[in-house]
Each structure stands twice: as structure tokens, then as C-alpha cells.
């Protein structure tokens, strides 16, 4: 209802009403220029523009194949608490801060598609000086606005600058998140709390424990012993991941009783086996002791984050792990004892792994190459596009390990056409010696058996 002294929350202010006041306001946001009278109902289209530029940017260059809801939460609450607050002030047209609330809200369509799209082309995972490049440019335009509209930058206006480069850098965005979103971290406060020397300082007797429920090796036959490694504890989906596949060699490869898997969830957090790169060593270790190196051969699955530097991300919240490095794993292969590997690894720039890895006895197989980031390692996603595609729609469907790769290097070509994104290119190292043996492994458990349901 349209009251005294109060405009219709639905019209413009000026003739051509909302939708006249929306275009020339979204022009003057692009050269930092005077904005127009938007009125309230001009003023709520500006903000449903800047939750449309999130939405849609994100839609577009999101590499989950559709809207990360991680992504857009923080950005939507922003600009509609920005829209809100224009609201409340354009009631009052004589509020000078009208005018400096609608430039900020004018020039956040513009600022958004950069920031977004630009964080999507590097497919997920920019570098780190984007990030800071985006701060340094929002307080530019803040200051400019600031300074065009009053005339001056004071002491207050400086302040609120660096309050808003500090929150940038420590507010927690988990504030700005819709509730179940982490469904998988509820109670994050306790599990921070964590006594990390009780748990670090029990690892060494629970991995022997582990390793000393294994199955002794069959003399005379060619066993198959499996390593699951899911470093970064905080992202779920690297341990629903090494679980999967653990399940299905166990079922498919024979591993039952001659497997483990290193990467305690938040529950069991004291209590379980974590992914560090020293119990990697000790388990390989451990298994090495167990196997005969000139019969049986170990499969070792890895699942994290990765960088361009060879190593793989290992956390475990407020644990103080360290990243484990191509050179460091490669070593604790050699001191096991271990010959034959098959080593797979879902990460971004995976790739970089086998220059250190790769030997006639060794496969390597890798999510991304060297240079390229791999997909599916968000909060929603059920599995990593890598391990989706060989583990459960290749090795699970009866193909052997080989042919296994080939289905998923070509599956995720195509998912990563249709999604528009950059190519992880998917790498396979394949030792000689290894695909001899692999052949008669595979002969001798029947790979193209009746496949496992996933």
C-alpha cells in the first residue's frame, strides 16, 4: 500500500518506472558514475540482478555439471543484505546514503561476473593471488565510490575499508551457509577440539594393530593387498571415496581381510586410523613385511587435494599433518619392500606424481596431469569424477584395469566438454614388467566376470 510521503514500493522514481531507472543504474555502476532515482521497486531489481549474475555465472562455469550451493550461499547473503539495506534507505530520499548504497549495489553486477567467472576458468581452483586481487579491487571501488559520492575519504571511511579487508581474510563464509548444507561436519566445534597428541601419539600402535589383523599371503598364489589413503579429512568426499573402492577390490579383486583404509572421519577421529604420511609408511611397511615381493602386489589408492609442486593435501582439522610429496612417497615405497604397485591418484595435477613414481614393476594412474586440475572434490559431490569413472562405471562393470582407464579418461573428456571447463587430460604410466603381470593377475581373478553392482 502507498501511503503519505512514502513512494509505491512497486514503481520507479522518473518516467519508464523500475525497469528504466535498473538500465541506466547498471550503466552508471560500470563507469562508477551518478545513479539514477531507482525508487524501491528499481532499487530490489538492482539486487535480483546480482543474485542473477551469481547464479548464472555459477551455472555456467560451475565443474559439478550444476549450481554449487557452497559457492553461491555467502555471495547471494551479501548482495541481498546490500539490496536491503538500499531499500531501507531509498524511503528516504533526502539520506545522502542512498545515493552511496546504490553505487555500491550498481557497480556489484559488474564486480560479480569478474570475480566469478574468473574463479571458474581456472576450473575451480585459482591461484591464490586471485583471491587477493579480488579483495585489492573491491577496496578500490569501495574507496572511489566513497570518495565520489561524499567528496572525501575520512578516518571512518578508512576504517570501515580495513574492517572489511580483515573480515574478508577471518570471518568464517561457514556463517553465510544454509543449515545442512554441512550435514558431514556436524559438531565441527568438538571435533576441533581434538586432543592431538592423544591421537597422534596412539597412530604407530593402531596401524600395527590394523596391519596385524591382515591376512597372511598364500604361498604360491599372486595376492592382492589395498592401501586407501583419503587426505583431506575435511572434504568428505575423498573418504566416501576410498571406502567405495575398498568395497569393491574387496568383493572383485579378492582383498577381503588384506585391506585398510587410512582416513578417520570426524567421528571416529580419536579412535580411527588418520591418512599421514607417516602411517602410509608404516602401513606400507607393514604390508611389505606381510607380502611375497616376488608373487604379490599392492594397490594404493590416494584421494585428496593436489598441487602443481608434486605433493597431495593432508589435513585432518586441527591436526598439524604434513603434505605428503611424490619423492617422500616413492621413498616409503622402496624401504617397504613392495615390487609390484598399482598406484591410482584423484587429485588435482596428479600427473606430477609419476615422474617420481614410475618403474617396470609400477602402473600410475592419474586423475589430472601435471599441469591440470581434476573435478568432484566438492562438498555435494558423491565421488570424485575420476573414481566415479574407473572404479565404479569401469573395474565394477567387469573391464580390466587398462581398459578401466580408457573408459574413464573418455568419459570425463566428455563430461568436461559439456560442462565447458578446462581438461584434467587423465595420465597412465604403464611399467613393462607390471603389464605382464597384470594380464595374469587379472586372468587368474577373472576380470571379466560378473560385475559388481556399484
Known amino acids: 500500500m502507498t501511503g503519505p510521503g512514502k513512494p509505491d514500493a512497486l514503481a520507479g522514481a522518473g518516467p519508464g518506472g523500475p525497469l528504466r531507472a535498473l538500465g541506466a543504474n547498471l550503466l552508471a555502476g560500470l563507469r562508477l558514475g551518478e545513479p539514477a532515482r531507482a525508487g524501491p521497486g528499481g532499487t530490489a531489481l538492482l539486487a535480483a540482478v546480482c543474485i542473477a549474475v551469481i547464479v548464472l555465472s555459477d551455472l555456467r562455469f560451475s565443474t559439478e555439471l550444476g549450481l554449487d550451493r557452497l559457492g553461491i550461499t555467502s555471495w547471494v547473503?551479501?548482495?541481498?543484505?546490500?539490496?536491503?539495506?538500499?531499500?531501507?534507505?531509498?524511503?528516504?530520499?533526502?539520506?545522502?546514503?542512498?545515493?552511496?548504497?546504490?553505487?555500491?549495489?550498481?557497480?556489484?553486477?559488474?564486480?560479480?561476473?569478474v570475480a566469478l567467472a574468473g574463479t571458474r576458468l581456472w576450473g575451480g581452483a585459482p591461484p591464490a593471488w586471485w583471491n587477493d586481487a579480488l579483495i585489492v579491487i573491491a577496496v578500490i571501488l569501495v574507496a572511489v565510490i566513497t570518495?565520489?559520492?561524499?567528496?572525501?575519504?575520512?578516518?571512518?571511511?578508512?576504517?570501515?575499508?580495513?574492517?572489511?579487508?580483515?573480515?574478508?581474510?577471518?570471518?568464517?563464509?561457514?556463517?553465510?551457509?544454509?543449515?545442512?548444507?554441512?550435514?558431514d561436519y556436524s559438531g565441527q566445534a568438538e571435533r576441533l577440539q581434538v586432543d592431538a597428541e592423544y591421537v597422534l601419539r596412539r597412530?604407530?600402535?593402531?596401524?600395527?594393530?590394523?596391519?596385524?589383523?591382515?591376512?597372511?599371503?598364500?604361498a604360491g598364489e599372486a595376492d592382492l593387498y589395498?592401501?586407501?589413503f583419503a587426505g583431506a579429512a575435511d572434504e568428505a568426499v575423498f573418504l566416501r571415496d576410498v571406502v567405495f573402492v575398498r568395497e569393491l577390490v574387496d568383493e572383485r579383486f579378492g582383498t577381503a581381510g588384506?585391506?585398510?583404509?587410512?582416513?578417520?572421519?570426524?567421528?571416529?577421529?580419536?579412535?580411527?586410523?588418520?591418512?599421514?604420511?607417516?602411517?602410509?609408511?608404516?602401513?606400507?611397511?607393514?604390508?611389505?613385511?606381510?607380502?611375497?615381493?616376488?608373487?604379490?602386489?599392492?594397490?594404493?589408492?590416494?584421494?585428496s587435494h593436489g598441487s602443481e609442486d608434486a605433493a597431495l593435501q593432508v589435513s585432518a582439522w586441527s591436526l598439524p599433518l604434513e603434505q605428503l610429496q611424490a619423492g617422500q612417497l616413492r621413498r616409503a615405497l622402496d624401504?617397504?619392500?613392495?615390487?609390484?604397485?598399482?598406484?591410482?591418484?584423484?587429485?588435482?595435477?596428479?600427473?606430477?606424481?609419476?615422474?617420481?613414481?614410475?618403474?617396470?614393476?609400477?602402473?600410475?594412474?592419474?586423475?589430472?596431469?601435471?599441469?591440470?586440475?581434476?573435478f568432484g572434490c566438492g562438498a555435494e559431490s558423491e565421488m570424485t569424477w575420476f573414481a566415479d569413472a574407473f572404479f565404479r562405471q569401469g573395474l565394477a562393470k567387469g573391464l580390466g584395469v587398462i581398459a578401466a582407464f580408457e573408459h574413464a579418461r573418455d568419459t570425463i573428456a566428455q563430461r568436461e566438454r559439456e560442462a565447458g571447463i578446462t581438461a584434467s587430460e587423465p595420465q597412465m604410466w604403464v611399467g613393462k614388467a607390471m603389464q605382464e603381470r597384470l594380464q595374469e593377475f587379472e586372468a587368474a581373478v577373472g576380470h571379466i566376470a560378473e560385475p559388481v553392482e556399484p
Open 226 to 228: 589395498f592401501i586407501g
Open 147 to 183: 570518495w565520489r559520492t561524499f567528496g572525501r575519504l575520512g578516518v571512518t571511511s578508512l576504517a570501515v575499508l580495513a574492517a572489511a579487508v580483515l573480515a574478508a581474510y577471518l570471518l568464517p563464509l561457514t556463517w553465510f551457509y544454509p543449515p545442512g548444507v554441512f550435514a
Open 77 to 113: 547473503a551479501l548482495a541481498g543484505l546490500a539490496g536491503f539495506a538500499a531499500l531501507l534507505v531509498e524511503w528516504n530520499e533526502s539520506d545522502p546514503s542512498s545515493g552511496y548504497l546504490l553505487r555500491l549495489l550498481a557497480t556489484a553486477p559488474w564486480y560479480l561476473f
Open 258 to 303: 588384506r585391506s585398510l583404509v587410512l582416513g578417520a572421519a570426524a567421528g571416529n577421529l580419536e579412535t580411527g586410523l588418520i591418512a599421514s604420511r607417516h602411517n602410509l609408511a608404516d602401513a606400507l611397511a607393514g604390508i611389505g613385511g606381510l607380502i611375497d615381493p616376488n608373487e604379490d602386489s599392492v594397490l594404493l589408492y590416494l584421494a
Open 203 to 218: 597412530q604407530p600402535a593402531a596401524v600395527a594393530g590394523a596391519i596385524g589383523a591382515l591376512k597372511p599371503q598364500r
Open 335 to 374: 624401504a617397504s619392500g613392495v615390487r609390484w604397485r598399482i598406484i591410482v591418484i584423484s587429485a588435482c595435477y596428479s600427473g606430477s606424481f609419476i615422474d617420481a613414481l614410475a618403474n617396470e614393476q609400477t602402473i600410475v594412474l592419474t586423475a589430472a596431469s601435471a599441469t591440470t586440475t581434476s
